[in-house]
Every structure is written in structure tokens, then in C-alpha cells.
């Protein structure tokens, strides 16, 4: 802790006082406590259910509910608490099924959008020589860049530039 002299200089000096504010206010800044806290009730409950009877974290939840203990926490926070080590004798490997990654109930579907330019059209007779059709492909958003691809399909040949610009 710095002191202010009477001639008007700093001296580092210690003070407990000040040591245990900073202390104090460190704690604070550690987050929440866990909620299965010190249930060692409860915790044993857990342990047996899924060891010995091979019951799945959401099952036992339901029991311990059931069988009277006070459960403050989801099935996520027991997840995250038996990944993270917090019981004694329960590891991921004594979990019947563990799903790895996240499953999402939501897919996402692309939207499909008019197309702003004319549609090439199919020609019936393929094999008149010089019918080329043309056709422009953009890069991602943000770029002008372009792809001009003219194609003659009797003859197959394929003439590919990149243009400055789609316009």
C-alpha cells in the first residue's frame, strides 16, 4: 500500500487492512458456487444410482426428486459436473450413453431465391455449332469480382475469364 509522506513523497508500506480488502474482493470475483454444493446426500445418491444401477443422470435427477432431496440444478449442470470431476467415485466412462457434441433440435434450412438474371435456356437441337450461351458466377458478398463462363455445348468448349465485374 503506498502512504503519502508529509513532504509530499510516496512510501510502500504494508497494511493487513488493505491485504484482506483485496482479498475479499477477489473471492467475490469467482463466480457463482456450485449448486450441488455440500449435499453429500444427495451426491452419494447420484453416485450409487449411476454406478451400481446404471441409471442415466436424467433418471436419477427424476428419482432424487421423487425420493425427496432437494435438486436445484438441471441435467446440464450434472453433465458439466461429472465431466469436470466434481465426484469422487462417478467419471464419464461409468455413464451408459454420452453424447459427444451438441445436438441441435434446429436445422437450418437455405432459403431458395428467384434468380435475378434470365434463365439459360435448353436449346432442343444441340448440334448446331456456334449457339454458345453465357453465364456469369459472383463471388462472395462483399467482392465484384466475377466468374464469365460461356460454354458451346455441340462442340463442348468451355471458355472461362474473370471480369472486373458482373455488369
Known amino acids: 500500500m503506498q502512504l503519502f509522506n508529509s513532504d509530499l513523497t510516496y512510501r510502500t508500506e504494508y497494511s493487513a487492512d488493505a491485504e484482506l480488502r483485496k482479498r475479499d474482493y477477489n473471492i467475490t470475483a469467482k463466480g457463482l458456487k456450485m ?8 451426491i ?10 446404471k441409471y442415466s443422470p436424467s433418471s436419477v435427477l427424476a428419482e432424487a426428486k421423487k425420493n425427496g432431496y432437494e435438486v436445484n440444478f ?9 465431466d469436470e470431476g466434481h465426484f469422487q467415485r462417478l467419471t464419464n466412462d461409468n455413464l451408459t450413453v454420452k453424447k459427444i457434441g451438441k445436438e441441435s433440435t434446429y436445422h437450418h434450412v437455405r432459403v431458395a431465391y428467384s434468380q435475378k438474371g434470365k434463365r439459360i435456356v435448353e436449346h432442343e437441337n444441340k448440334e448446331i455449332f456456334r449457339d454458345w450461351e453465357l453465364d ?16 458451346e455445348r455441340s462442340k463442348g468448349i468451355y471458355i472461362i475469364s474473370k471480369i472486373e465485374s458482373k455488369s
Not at 447420484?46 to 444401477?53: Q, S, V
Not at 438441471?74 to 461429472?82: H, V
Open 35 to 42: 449448486k450441488i454444493g455440500t449435499n453429500f446426500e444427495l
Open 74 to 82: 438441471c441435467i446440464k449442470a450434472l453433465y458439466n459436473y461429472i
Open 136 to 151: 456469369t458466377v459472383v463471388g462472395n458478398q462483399g467482392t465484384k469480382a466475377a466468374l464469365m463462363i460461356m460454354t
Open 44 to 53: 452419494v445418491f447420484i453416485e450409487e444410482m449411476i454406478i451400481e444401477n
